[in-house]
């Protein structure tokens, strides 16, 4: 699982762990039963608290994403509801809004940034 984070982003931490679980999820490079590393090989992986990974790690198992199963881990869920596109787009919104802000700091037209 490749997952980066980004102390600049003004996203919390847990909350970038979340969203990119549901992309990975969501572009099946997750798939329904597979393993997800343990809170604190994440955790160490990432250089960030545990609590921060078990934080995200709840939230996803509360959205119905993972399943934590005594003894074998967190997994993604085998009934893992599929992300609809309006889930989809929210979670792509944020870059989004960013690309264009910076765009427009660097007088980039919005047609230059699509061609990109």
Known sequence: MNIHISSHDGVPIYWQIVNQVKFLLASGRLAPGEEI????????????????VARAYLELERAGIVVKRQGSGTSIADTAPPLARRERVRLLAPRVDALVAEARQLDVASDEVVKL
């Open 37 to 52: 590393p343990p809170i604190r090989v994440l955790a160490e992986q990432l250089v960030i608290n545990p609590n921060t």
